[in-house]
């Protein structure tokens, strides 16, 4: 049940995120796709986990407050958990807080002590769209660089 919330949540990411930058950008949808290796850590709390995922069948439902508020109710439980910033960045990303959604990113970059590239990819993916949204294309193509050598 678990993978199919997982699976579903990022389904709905995906596309409500599918705005295209330019291909001169080189930063493309990828630069808002979740990547379904990214799932929290064994280690991350059961009330956490289980807000996660009401915050995911939230977002399904279209209701990305509702989304909003769980997640942040399972950062204040679980504060240094990566995975959790990391989706309050993808959220942040969809409602258009595009400071915030980089920034979110980041910090999820930094919290992440396991040194998880596929994180740390979608991470600076999110932060590419971000800057590609703001107008700085040169910022954008610099963090999508940063994804795809993460990604290598």
């Known amino acids: 049940m678990r993978n ?3 699976t579903a949540f990022m389904c709905l990411i995906v596309v409500a995120c599918a705005s295209s930058p330019s291909s001169s950008t080189k ?3 990828e630069a808002v796709v979740q990547n379904e290796n990214i ?3 064994e280690t991350t709390n059961k009330a956490a986990l289980k807000l996660l995922a009401s915050s995911r069948e939230a977002a399904l439902e279209g209701n990305l407050g509702k989304a909003e508020a769980y997640l942040e109710r399972a950062l204040r439980i679980d504060s240094r958990n990566a995975v959790l910033w990391h989706y309050m960045a993808k959220l942040r990303l969809k409602q258009g807080q595009l400071e915030q959604a980089a920034g979110l990113a980041a910090k999820s970059n930094s919290l992440d002590n396991s040194k998880n590239t596929v994180l740390q990819a979608d991470n600076w993916r999110i932060i590419a769209h971000a800057r590609y949204q703001s107008g700085d294309t040169a910022g954008a193509r610099a963090a999508q660089k940063t994804a795809d050598l993460l990604s290598e």
């Open 4 to 6: 199919i919330l997982f």
């Open 27 to 29: 930063v493309t949808n």
């Open 39 to 41: 799932t929290p850590p």
